[in-house]
Every structure is written in C-alpha cells, then in structure tokens.
C-alpha cells in the first residue's frame, strides 16, 4: 500500500511514526517544510525566550534508517482523483491511499488591512518574525525624539484571547516587566501598553469559568489591559480599530485570532464542512471519495457522539486521529474491522506566566492554578516534544530562564537580502 501524508504536523507525524516498519506499506510524507515543529511553543520562540532549534526537528534526520518512510519536500497543489495522483509545486507522485494532515492557516476573516499590517502567530517563520518585529521597534523607540511615534512602537495589541493571546500576553508582560528597565535603559520610563483583545465575553472560551477568572486577575495583574466583547474591525496607519468604536495607535498587531482550513482543487466543495475543514466519516474518510482521507486540524467529523460539532482544532485529536488512522490502514490490508475515531479528551490548560498556569481535567472533573498548575504545563510540553534531544535543550533553557529570570536569544538575525528590505 502506497500512502502520500500531506503534512508532518502533529497528526502527519503520528501517522508515519505508526506505520513505520510495515512490510506492506510505503509512506511518502510530504511537507512546504523540511522540519516538524510544536506550534504550542512558539510563542516562546517569538518572544526570545526558547531557539527555534528547541521545538523543531528536521524530517529527513527523523525518517534516517527508518525504510518504508519516504520524505519528499514540496507543497502539495491540488489533487487528480482520477488519476490517484497529487500534483506539487516541485513534480506529481502517485497513491493508493491519500492522507490530507495538512492543518489549518491563519484567518483574518476577509480583512485585508489587518493580513497585510498585522504580526501572525502560526508558523515558526512567523515566530522569527514577531520576533525581530518586535526588537527591531525596541530599538527604533530608543532613537526617535517623537514622544508619539515612540509610545506606538512600543505598544502591543494581541487580538485573540485563547491559548496562544492569553501566554504571548504573559510572556509579553513579564518582558516587559524585568527586560525593557534593564537593557533599554535609554527609554526611561517611556509607556510601553499592552493589550489583549478578545470579541467573546471571556478569555480562553472553551476553557472553564474557574479558569477564564484566574487568567483574567493574575493577567491584569501583571499590567494587561483587557478588554472583552471587543473585535478587530481594521489596521491600517498604525492605527487597529475595534468594534466598539474605538482605536489604539501601534506598530505591532499581534494576530492570534482565527484559524480556517486550508482548501485544495481535485476535493469537491461539497467534501467541505464549517471553517474550509475536510468533512469525514467515522474512519476519517472524506465525503464524496474512496481513498482520500483527513486528520488533525483540517477534518471535521460529527460522528463522534461527544462532539457532534467536530473535534477542538487542538493537538490531541490531531494525535488521536493519525494513530488511529494507522491502525485502520494496517486492518485493511489484513482484511480486518475497521475502528471507528473517538476522541479521548484528556483535558486543556495555559500558562500565564511564571508559576502561574490553569488546568482543566474533565474525567474526574478538576479545575487548579497556581504553581502546581504551572508545573503540570511544564512537564505536558516538554514530554509532547518530538525527540529527546528537543526536550533536553527545552529543559535546559528553561531552567536557565527561571533561575536567571532571563534567557539571552534576543538577536535580530534576518538574511542581508530581507534585512535590506525593510
Ligand atoms: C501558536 C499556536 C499555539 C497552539 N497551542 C496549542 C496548545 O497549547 N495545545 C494544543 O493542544 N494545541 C495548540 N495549538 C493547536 C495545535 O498546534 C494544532 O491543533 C495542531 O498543530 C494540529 O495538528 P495538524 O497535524 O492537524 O496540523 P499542523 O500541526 O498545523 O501541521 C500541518 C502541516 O502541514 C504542512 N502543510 C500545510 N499545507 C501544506 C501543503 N499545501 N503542502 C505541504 N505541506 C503542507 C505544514 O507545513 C505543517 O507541517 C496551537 C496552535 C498554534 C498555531
């Protein structure tokens, strides 16, 4: 069996990680990147405090000796059912069995200002960006003599108030508060805002209420203004405007806000569920085809009796989903029953800063803050990294971080070409 796995992210890589060594069965993983990457940390990467080598991991390093696993860089342009063939930017290839894990991209709900202007929070080379962005701007308010120009440089609007808003507003705030003194001596005590915008009623929505409070106070806390029921409506000349009427005056927009699938020519429209994702069965087949499957963030099933809306767009379904896709192709070629996809949710949690994080555990149902919380946050992500070595240079920064109350990655490193540019 010939299997093309369009994405290495967290379902992609499960997938090929289970099937490795199948006799029967030849995997051809196929990804725009050469590496696989752990989107919940990059955050960290953006705001300098972890290097893009802790949270990624070259493909072709991973697949060495490993001799059904085939890696093919590329990105994948559309599909010829009819042909079983993908076609790439870089050539076609051919498949018995089709796997989309391709995840799912930054959305800005139709608002071109705000694509063009605004800093996305999505990849590791946006993380790279955010963070050169966000020093180089440290260093033009240190020289600017305009009062104005210098307050929105060094004024920070998050928009999206889940997960990765709430811990980029943390880390943000406590950079703020033991960094901007320290090694920007030149800015005195200019003001330096930052905000978290959310258009919902609360911060981490799926969250629960206990949750949504304690980020909310230990945010606000550390000097965050937050402010809820409030939605982006434009970006453009340095100014965000918002929904209530509003404006604020900055140069970094940082968008944590949506995400939509990503959509491909050959796959009908009518395979499309709610937000562009793939709509599949129970086996994670998608509509309308025999042999094209999705996993992770870019499939919507409604099979699944606790989540007839489809799964969260978060890590554990992807997980879930490419290790139970990999048993099924196994018990096709052996002619045994397939397994239906049921999501075992083991519950969600964020970090808001240091030695502080909320967690959620729904079987006992348990809700904890705090230092022990922040604990568990630690311990959940460094093992969720892909390889030892990752999780090494991880635990080693961190501990570095925490006892130094520093880290020391702030460099501005951008190619000459780029750099030139801007
Ligand atoms: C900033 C951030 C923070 C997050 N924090 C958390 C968290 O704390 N906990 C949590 O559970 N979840 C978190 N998530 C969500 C989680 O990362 C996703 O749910 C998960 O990555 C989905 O896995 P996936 O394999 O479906 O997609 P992805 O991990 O996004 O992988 C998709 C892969 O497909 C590749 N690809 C895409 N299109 C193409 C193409 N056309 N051709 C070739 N390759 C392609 C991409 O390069 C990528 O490698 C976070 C997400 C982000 C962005």
Known sequence: MNIIIVGGGFAGINLAKELTNEPNIQVTLIDKNNYNFFPPLIY????????????????????????????????????????????????????????????????????????????????????????????????????????????????????????????????????????????????????????????????LSPMSEASQNDTYKALTKMGVEIKLNTQVTDYKDDLVYFSTGETIATKNLIWAAGVWAKQFEGIAAESYGRGRRMATDAYNRVNLTTNVYAIGDTAIMSTDENFPNGHPQVAQPAIQQGKNLAKNFVAMLNNKPLKAFSYYDKGSMAIIGKNKAVVDIPKPKMHFNGFFAWLVWLFIHLISLITYRNRLKTFYNWMVAYFARDQSYRMIIRPEKVKNKS
């Open 44 to 203: 960290q990467v953006a705001t300098a405090y972890l290097e893009p080598s802790s949270i990624s991991y070259p493909y072709r390093k991973f697949f060495a000796g490993k001799k059904n696993l085939t890696f093919r860089l590329a990105e994948l342009l559309s599909v010829d059912q009819s042909q079983n063939k993908v076609i790439l930017d870089n050539g076609e290839l051919f498949y018995d069995q089709l796997v989309f894990a391709s995840g799912a991209e930054t959305s800005y709900f139709g608002m071109e200002n705000v694509q063009k202007n605004a800093i996305p929070m999505k990849t590791l080379s946006d993380a790279i960006e955010m963070r050169n962005k966000l020093l180089q701007n440290m260093e033009k308010a240190v020289i600017t003599k305009d009062i104005r120009e210098r307050r929105k440089l060094l004024t920070i609007v998050v928009a999206g108030g889940g997960p990765t808003g709430v811990e980029v507003s943390g880390m943000l705030a406590e950079m703020r508060n033991g960094i901007l003194l320290k090694e920007y001596p030149e800015l005195g005590t200019a003001a330096s805002n930052l905000y978290l915008v959310d258009g919902a009623s609360s911060l």
